[in-house]
């Protein structure tokens, strides 16, 4: 028996073809010399071509904005552009319309349709498969596309000889030749997903694949155009670097800097209202005005500032918070270490390693922050582990092990403080140890650093704190060895506890 789920979509899909069939009549009295005609006018107004051949997408006047990107692509064979249009703008179906016209007229033969995961690409592409099926005004002027070698919902090339094909983030592009055509065209939607920006390591992969791997497998010798449609849904993820190479980077918000809507034939003022008045802030800014901040229950705002120079603080250190999983998914904890300084009353947090890591990516950051430690002059930086009743069997049967071979390669011996205390509630630690710090300014996170990903992960999460976060696991190793550090200073002999503390030599 079908799920609930795939009937619905079969449902959606049905009416989908059965709507762009009765959207597309054509006039059968047509002669072939006012055919000719009409398609060449057609053909030298994008706008007009649009509005004919897809008047079920084509609803609204167009904004400024719609009609100066599709005379971009039009008018750059070889153009790379990426497109950060609001929810609701019509990023992905008026790119649909621009890469269709260039198919039917014959300027791209080869296309790639790349999205987070395979599945998801089909997706994306299956509207572009039914169009060539069921669009009767395309087929009239344009004839037949439904090809007879190859017609599925991942890979299809029509009768003229255009080849369309779905990629999954990482998926080999290999093979994606159309006779002695390599890709002409490459479009990138929905690339980004929230659980991936988590982790800069995996954003930092697929640019990586789409940089070493699907571009390349160009023609040097013809135009490629790259389309990349997708939000900013964090301060480090695959639209943000991958706009860095564009020669475009389209960044157009539900409203405009004055307040007004950006498309207002389509989506006036009380339409706007409405649909953000349910959505939560965060929400609203992430999904409709590319401003990916996440607005927690307890901080409102990050303080960035200039660090001082680490040997001249009062206190210094490094912490670690570890989890016991090693696998890099979406439900595993972050792990992280950071590396914190007191002067003058103020606390600074001068660099952190944080992220979904393996075990040995997690000891590694220990090394990495003791080694910055060193370069900076603080060869006497004392180095911290939590490590409650409950974390000591795994540090004692893993982590122990791994301190020790990492040593040996690193040629580096660490000295680790365990912070055996017992902690209470997350939450509560956070607001009792950092928010007064915050609110007085005393929190600063170093102003050098606000472009490495694991501290723009760190902002995410410490403005995401609330009860029910699942991750904080940034903001609470901040917290711990914070909290070491006022007890250093509240007793100036070193009569402090943490629970049992111990060190170890590797």
């Not at 179906?93 to 987070?116: H, P, Q």
């Not at 250190?317 to 998914?329: F, G, R």
Request: charged content about 30%; proline content about 5%.
């Amino acid at each position: 028996m079908a799920k609930k789920t795939d009937k619905a979509q079969l449902h959606n899909w049905t009416a989908f073809v059965d709507n762009t069939r009765r959207a597309t009549p054509v006039d059968l009295n047509e002669t072939p010399t006012d055919k000719a005609k009409r398609i060449k006018r057609l053909e030298a107004n994008d706008e007009e071509w649009f509005k004919y051949y897809f008047p079920n997408f084509y609803t609204s006047e167009p904004a400024p904005f719609h009609k100066k990107a599709t005379q971009r692509v039009m008018a750059n064979p070889e153009w790379f552009e990426v497109r950060s249009w609001s929810r609701e703008l019509a990023k992905s179906a008026r790119t649909m319309m621009e890469v269709i016209k260039l198919t039917a007229t014959g300027k791209k033969r080869n296309w790639l349709l790349v999205s987070n995961t395979y599945e998801n690409a089909c997706r994306l592409l299956l509207p572009y498969k039914i169009i060539f099926e069921n669009n009767t005004r395309l087929i009239n002027d344009y004839g037949d596309q439904v090809g007879s070698v190859k017609w599925e919902a991942g890979e299809f090339i029509t009768k003229p000889g255009a080849a369309f094909r779905a990629l999954g983030a990482g998926q080999s592009p290999r093979g994606s030749r159309n006779d002695n055509y390599r890709p002409d065209g490459i479009l990138i939607d929905d690339i980004d997903t929230d659980e991936e920006c988590r982790n800069p390591d995996r954003v930092t992969f697929k640019v990586d694949w789409i940089e070493q791997a699907l571009i390349p497998t160009r023609s040097i010798s013809v135009p490629l155009l790259i389309i990349v449609c997708g939000n900013i849904i964090a301060k480090y993820c695959c639209v943000t670097e991958l706009a860095k190479k564009a020669d475009v980077h389209d960044i157009v918000n539900i409203r405009d800097k004055n307040g007004k809507s950006t498309w207002p034939t389509k989506n006036t003022e009380e339409m706007i209202d409405r649909a953000l008045k349910p959505i939560k802030l965060s929400s609203q800014q992430k999904e409709y005005y590319n401003n990916p901040i996440i607005i927690g229950k307890l901080f409102k705002s990050v303080a960035w500032g200039k660090c001082p120079k680490l040997t001249s603080c009062e206190q210094w250190l490094t912490y670690s918070d570890p989890a016991t999983s090693d696998k890099k998914t979406k439900d595993s904890s972050t792990k992280g270490t950071g590396i914190i300084g007191y002067k003058a009353g103020k606390y600074y947090l001068y660099k952190i390693w944080l992220g979904s890591m393996t075990q040995s990516e997690f000891v590694k950051t220990i090394y990495d922050a003791k080694a910055y430690a060193i370069k900076n002059g603080a060869d006497t930086c004392q180095t911290w582990l939590e490590n409650n009743s409950l974390q000591d069997p795994f540090y004692q049967q893993v982590l122990k092990k791994l301190i020790a071979a990492i040593g040996v390669v690193r040629k580096l011996r660490l000295a680790i403080s365990l912070d055996a205390r017992k902690k209470g509630d997350k939450y509560d630690r956070l607001e009792a140890t950092l928010e007064p710090l915050w609110r007085q300014g005393d929190l600063i996170f170093n102003e050098d650093e606000k472009d490495n990903p694991h501290m723009q992960l760190m902002e995410e999460q410490f403005l995401g704190v609330s009860p029910n976060s699942k991750f904080m696991d940034g903001p609470d190793l901040l917290e711990g060895g914070t909290w070491i550090i006022q007890n250093r200073v509240a007793k100036s002999e070193n009569t402090y506890s943490y629970g049992k503390r111990q060190n170890y030599k590797y």
